[in-house]
């Protein structure tokens, strides 16, 4: 599975920025996905996991409440939708595609990764 994340950018706090991640390859319908981020001189962290059929979603407590995942599995891909946003959510987003069908928490429970995208909110 190749993972194609885009959508990020630069943004007033209080805005909102759409992430789109395009997954290509086969069975992606399967796969859980999440969206991680990693800021400067931090751990790379979760954000949101989303099950293959959508019916089973985390999201981390700084996020809830203003941000959303869904997928279009006819499109083959995921989208984090993030409102309200702070600059303690400036990081490089990614995306990341799990076999399992099981939502993981950790890094170590994805097996593909996007490339990242930059989100800056300014104060």
């Known amino acids: 599975v190749q993972l194609q994340a885009s959508g990020g950018g630069l943004v007033q706090a209080g805005g909102s920025l759409r992430l789109s991640c395009a997954a290509s390859g086969r069975t992606y319908s399967s796969y859980s996905m999440a969206w991680f981020r990693q800021a400067p001189g931090k751990e790379r962290e979760i954000v949101a996991a989303i099950a293959w059929s959508g019916s089973s979603i985390y999201y981390a407590d700084s996020v809830k409440g203003r941000f959303t995942i869904s997928r279009d599995n006819a499109k083959n891909t995921v989208y984090l939708q993030m409102n309200s946003l702070k600059p303690e959510d400036t990081a490089v987003y990614y995306c990341?595609?799990?076999?399992?069908?099981?939502?993981?928490?950790?890094?170590?429970?994805?097996?593909?990764w996007g490339q990242g995208t930059q989100v800056t909110v300014s104060s």
């Open positions: 990341a595609a799990s076999q399992y069908s099981s939502l993981g928490y950790y890094a170590s429970s994805y097996d593909y």
